[in-house]
């Protein structure tokens, strides 16, 4: 599909398989020690689980840690990508406990890579807080289902600059909502 969207551009070449591979491996992982506001017992568990925190091409401040009501029980929960041999997973802490941990949306690193300028290839993927609002906001302008009774935050995961997906727990189980695109 990406040889189709830059078919038009001139002398445009798709990197070679290697290319994907060096930039996969060339991603930049924080230690989650370099994120001050993370309760030091999340950086422990975090660390013992060998996590590295994957950024954005486009860098900035640190990010894909982020905390909220998540589950509409605690009322500040954390989410942060975990990244552990190039597979990222969503790690949800409830109420900040480590031993109340969930694992969502697990996908190989790779995956969230795209060209972001001729001859560079970057990491894409980014969670960030999905308010109730915004949730019911774009269910209504995609026009797809109603989605369940929204009484707390949902992780919006995405791939940057492409489209997303809301993880949302309802009744126990993550569902996943409508995103961007």
């Given amino acids: 599909m990406l040889f189709w969207l830059l078919g038009g551009v001139s002398g445009f070449q798709l990197p070679a398989p290697e290319e994907w591979s060096r930039a996969d491996a060339a ?20 660390q013992r689980r060998g996590c590295a925190i994957p950024q954005v091409y486009t860098g900035g401040r640190p990010h894909n840690v982020i905390r909220g009501a998540f589950d509409g029980v605690a009322p500040v929960d954390w989410a942060v990508l975990c990244s552990r041999e190039r597979v990222s ?4 802490f409830q109420a900040g406990d ?20 001729p001859g560079r290839i970057g990491f894409s993927r980014a969670i960030s807080v999905a ?9 209504r302008r995609s026009g797809s ?3 369940p009774s929204l009484t707390h935050a ?13 993880w949302y727990r309802h009744q126990g189980k993550w569902l996943q909502l409508t995103g961007t695109d």
């Fill in 131 to 139: 308010p109730a609002d915004l949730i019911r906001a774009r269910h």
């Fill in 27 to 46: 991603t930049h992982r924080l230690s989650p020690s370099e994120f001050p506001e993370l309760p030091k017992p999340l950086v422990a568990d975090l």
């Fill in 145 to 147: 289902h109603e989605p």
């Fill in 154 to 166: 949902g992780i919006d995961d995405a791939f940057v600059e492409k489209a997303s997906v809301v």
């Fill in 89 to 92: 997973t969503i790690l949800v």
């Fill in 98 to 117: 480590p031993r109340r941990v969930t694992e969502i949306a697990t996908r190989p690193d790779a995956e969230f890579l795209q060209v972001v300028a």
